[in-house]
Protein backbone atom coordinates (compact mmCIF):
# COMPACT_ATOMS: atom_id res chain seq x y z
CA UNK A 1 0.00 0.00 0.00
CA UNK A 2 1.43 3.13 -0.82
CA UNK A 3 2.65 5.80 2.06
CA UNK A 4 4.08 8.93 2.72
CA UNK A 5 7.33 9.09 4.25
CA UNK A 6 9.23 11.66 6.55
CA UNK A 7 13.20 12.09 6.95
CA UNK A 8 14.33 12.32 9.48
CA UNK A 9 12.19 10.90 11.94
CA UNK A 10 14.22 13.09 14.87
CA UNK A 11 15.65 15.87 14.15
CA UNK A 12 17.57 17.91 16.63
CA UNK A 13 19.19 21.38 16.26
CA UNK A 14 20.22 24.96 17.93
CA UNK A 15 18.17 27.65 17.75
CA UNK A 16 18.81 30.07 15.02
CA UNK A 17 19.69 27.15 12.88
CA UNK A 18 18.21 26.08 9.48
CA UNK A 19 16.49 22.58 9.31
CA UNK A 20 14.81 21.22 6.29
CA UNK A 21 12.29 18.89 6.73
CA UNK A 22 11.68 16.06 3.97
CA UNK A 23 8.74 14.44 2.27
CA UNK A 24 8.10 12.12 0.04
CA UNK A 25 3.93 12.09 -0.91
CA UNK A 26 1.95 9.38 -2.54
CA UNK A 27 3.18 9.23 -6.14
CA UNK A 28 -0.42 10.24 -7.54
CA UNK A 29 -1.36 12.67 -5.41
CA UNK A 30 -1.43 16.29 -5.97
CA UNK A 31 -2.25 18.22 -3.27
CA UNK A 32 0.49 18.30 -0.57
CA UNK A 33 0.58 19.41 3.34
CA UNK A 34 2.42 20.14 6.55
CA UNK A 35 1.36 20.16 9.79
CA UNK A 36 2.36 20.34 13.59
CA UNK A 37 1.56 19.08 16.99
CA UNK A 38 3.21 20.56 19.83
CA UNK A 39 3.14 18.24 22.44
CA UNK A 40 0.23 17.71 24.27
CA UNK A 41 -1.32 20.01 21.99
CA UNK A 42 -3.23 19.65 18.79
CA UNK A 43 -2.95 19.02 15.69
CA UNK A 44 -2.44 22.36 13.32
CA UNK A 45 -2.54 23.33 9.99
CA UNK A 46 0.88 25.25 8.76
CA UNK A 47 0.52 24.82 4.94
CA UNK A 48 -1.31 23.34 1.68
CA UNK A 49 0.29 23.03 -1.71
CA UNK A 50 -0.80 22.65 -4.96
CA UNK A 51 0.30 23.20 -8.57
CA UNK A 52 3.76 24.24 -7.26
CA UNK A 53 2.26 27.05 -5.27
CA UNK A 54 1.47 27.35 -2.15
CA UNK A 55 -2.36 27.32 -2.09
CA UNK A 56 -3.49 28.11 1.89
CA UNK A 57 -1.17 28.70 4.73
CA UNK A 58 -1.84 29.35 8.50
CA UNK A 59 -0.64 32.48 10.90
CA UNK A 60 1.64 30.16 12.03
CA UNK A 61 4.12 30.11 8.27
CA UNK A 62 5.29 33.78 8.82
CA UNK A 63 8.48 34.06 7.26
CA UNK A 64 10.78 31.73 8.55
CA UNK A 65 9.11 29.09 6.85
CA UNK A 66 8.66 27.68 3.62
CA UNK A 67 8.30 25.00 1.16
CA UNK A 68 9.32 23.15 -1.60
CA UNK A 69 8.73 20.33 -3.98
CA UNK A 70 12.21 20.63 -5.90
CA UNK A 71 12.87 17.53 -7.98
CA UNK A 72 8.56 16.04 -8.05
CA UNK A 73 9.12 13.61 -5.74
CA UNK A 74 9.85 15.40 -2.56
CA UNK A 75 8.07 17.90 -0.88
CA UNK A 76 10.07 20.05 1.61
CA UNK A 77 9.75 22.40 4.60
CA UNK A 78 12.40 24.52 6.00
CA UNK A 79 12.28 26.51 8.88
CA UNK A 80 15.29 29.00 7.97
CA UNK A 81 16.39 30.14 12.21
CA UNK A 82 14.72 28.15 14.31
CA UNK A 83 13.19 28.98 17.51
CA UNK A 84 12.82 26.97 20.68
CA UNK A 85 9.23 26.84 20.34
CA UNK A 86 9.19 25.52 17.19
CA UNK A 87 9.58 21.91 18.74
CA UNK A 88 6.83 19.84 17.78
CA UNK A 89 6.07 16.81 15.77
CA UNK A 90 5.88 17.73 11.89
CA UNK A 91 3.65 15.89 9.79
CA UNK A 92 3.27 16.03 5.78
CA UNK A 93 0.57 14.85 4.54
CA UNK A 94 -0.77 14.45 0.58
CA UNK A 95 -4.09 13.93 -0.56
CA UNK A 96 -6.07 13.32 -4.21
CA UNK A 97 -9.09 15.10 -5.13
CA UNK A 98 -11.28 12.98 -2.60
CA UNK A 99 -9.97 14.88 0.50
CA UNK A 100 -8.94 11.85 2.62
CA UNK A 101 -5.02 12.78 3.72
CA UNK A 102 -2.74 10.54 4.26
CA UNK A 103 -0.18 11.31 6.96
CA UNK A 104 3.55 10.28 6.90
CA UNK A 105 5.24 9.26 10.36
CA UNK A 106 6.21 12.29 11.41
CA UNK A 107 9.73 14.17 11.95
CA UNK A 108 10.01 15.11 15.92
CA UNK A 109 12.25 18.55 15.81
CA UNK A 110 13.77 20.03 18.99
CA UNK A 111 15.12 22.87 19.18
CA UNK A 112 17.64 23.37 21.97
CA UNK B 1 -10.31 30.76 17.19
CA UNK B 2 -11.58 27.04 17.42
CA UNK B 3 -13.17 26.11 14.72
CA UNK B 4 -13.87 22.27 15.69
CA UNK B 5 -13.86 21.28 19.04
CA UNK B 6 -13.94 18.32 20.64
CA UNK B 7 -14.57 18.93 24.32
CA UNK B 8 -13.81 15.94 25.94
CA UNK B 9 -10.22 15.15 26.31
CA UNK B 10 -10.80 11.54 27.17
CA UNK B 11 -12.89 8.76 26.88
CA UNK B 12 -13.18 5.44 29.07
CA UNK B 13 -14.94 2.51 27.68
CA UNK B 14 -15.24 -0.92 28.68
CA UNK B 15 -14.57 -3.66 25.63
CA UNK B 16 -18.00 -4.93 23.81
CA UNK B 17 -19.32 -1.30 24.79
CA UNK B 18 -20.31 1.28 22.26
CA UNK B 19 -17.66 4.55 22.19
CA UNK B 20 -19.38 7.45 21.00
CA UNK B 21 -16.54 10.41 20.47
CA UNK B 22 -18.17 14.10 19.70
CA UNK B 23 -17.25 16.89 17.46
CA UNK B 24 -18.66 20.49 17.01
CA UNK B 25 -17.68 22.63 14.37
CA UNK B 26 -18.55 26.44 13.40
CA UNK B 27 -17.46 27.45 10.22
CA UNK B 28 -20.81 26.56 7.52
CA UNK B 29 -17.92 26.72 4.81
CA UNK B 30 -17.12 23.07 5.92
CA UNK B 31 -18.00 20.30 3.78
CA UNK B 32 -16.08 17.98 4.34
CA UNK B 33 -15.27 15.85 7.67
CA UNK B 34 -13.20 13.14 8.86
CA UNK B 35 -12.18 11.15 11.97
CA UNK B 36 -8.31 10.33 12.08
CA UNK B 37 -6.63 7.82 14.81
CA UNK B 38 -3.58 8.81 16.38
CA UNK B 39 -1.34 6.13 18.07
CA UNK B 40 1.91 7.44 20.14
CA UNK B 41 5.33 8.15 17.59
CA UNK B 42 2.54 7.67 14.27
CA UNK B 43 0.97 10.16 12.04
CA UNK B 44 -2.83 10.64 12.06
CA UNK B 45 -3.96 7.37 10.09
CA UNK B 46 -7.37 8.13 8.26
CA UNK B 47 -10.65 6.26 9.69
CA UNK B 48 -13.97 7.51 8.24
CA UNK B 49 -15.50 10.69 6.55
CA UNK B 50 -18.53 12.12 6.05
CA UNK B 51 -19.95 14.47 3.41
CA UNK B 52 -21.88 17.27 4.23
CA UNK B 53 -24.90 15.96 1.95
CA UNK B 54 -25.39 13.15 3.80
CA UNK B 55 -26.05 12.30 7.43
CA UNK B 56 -24.40 8.92 8.37
CA UNK B 57 -21.46 6.56 6.94
CA UNK B 58 -20.88 3.87 8.01
CA UNK B 59 -17.34 1.54 8.00
CA UNK B 60 -17.77 -2.13 9.84
CA UNK B 61 -17.55 -0.72 13.62
CA UNK B 62 -17.12 2.54 12.50
CA UNK B 63 -20.21 4.71 11.92
CA UNK B 64 -20.40 9.03 11.69
CA UNK B 65 -23.07 10.90 12.13
CA UNK B 66 -23.44 14.51 11.19
CA UNK B 67 -26.59 17.08 12.07
CA UNK B 68 -25.62 19.33 9.97
CA UNK B 69 -27.93 22.36 11.46
CA UNK B 70 -26.36 21.67 14.85
CA UNK B 71 -23.08 21.70 13.05
CA UNK B 72 -22.26 18.18 15.57
CA UNK B 73 -20.71 15.42 14.18
CA UNK B 74 -19.96 11.79 16.20
CA UNK B 75 -18.11 8.82 15.59
CA UNK B 76 -19.66 5.91 17.06
CA UNK B 77 -17.63 2.60 17.30
CA UNK B 78 -19.29 -0.53 18.02
CA UNK B 79 -18.48 -2.95 19.60
CA UNK B 80 -15.17 -1.12 21.07
CA UNK B 81 -11.94 -2.91 21.40
CA UNK B 82 -8.80 -2.87 23.48
CA UNK B 83 -7.11 -2.18 20.26
CA UNK B 84 -9.34 1.03 19.47
CA UNK B 85 -7.52 3.03 22.47
CA UNK B 86 -6.10 6.02 20.54
CA UNK B 87 -6.38 9.79 20.19
CA UNK B 88 -9.53 10.22 18.14
CA UNK B 89 -9.00 13.63 16.08
CA UNK B 90 -11.96 14.86 14.70
CA UNK B 91 -11.17 17.19 11.47
CA UNK B 92 -13.42 19.94 9.06
CA UNK B 93 -12.32 20.37 5.48
CA UNK B 94 -13.45 23.04 2.73
CA UNK B 95 -12.27 22.75 -0.49
CA UNK B 96 -10.50 25.87 -1.38
CA UNK B 97 -8.78 26.40 -4.96
CA UNK B 98 -5.93 24.51 -4.15
CA UNK B 99 -6.96 21.52 -2.29
CA UNK B 100 -8.55 21.20 0.97
CA UNK B 101 -8.03 23.31 3.87
CA UNK B 102 -8.03 20.95 6.96
CA UNK B 103 -8.88 21.94 10.53
CA UNK B 104 -8.79 19.86 13.38
CA UNK B 105 -10.14 19.66 16.53
CA UNK B 106 -7.81 18.58 19.51
CA UNK B 107 -8.64 14.99 20.07
CA UNK B 108 -10.26 12.61 22.04
CA UNK B 109 -8.24 10.09 24.27
CA UNK B 110 -10.10 6.80 23.82
CA UNK B 111 -9.10 4.10 26.74
CA UNK B 112 -11.03 0.63 25.78
CA UNK B 113 -10.79 -1.29 29.24
CA UNK B 114 -10.83 -5.07 28.71
Known amino acids: EPEVTQTPSHQVTQMGQEVILRCVPISNHLYFYWYRQILGQKVEFLVSFYNNEISEKSEIFDDQFSVERPDGSNFTLKIRSTKLEDSAMYFC??????????FGPGTRLTVT | DQQVKQNSPSLSVQEGRISILNCDYTNSMFDYFLWYKKYPAEGPTFLISISSIKDKNEDGRFTVFLNKSAKHLSLHIVPSQPGDSAVYFCAASALMTGGFKTIFGAGTRLFVKA
Open chain 1, 93 to 102: ASSDMVGEQY
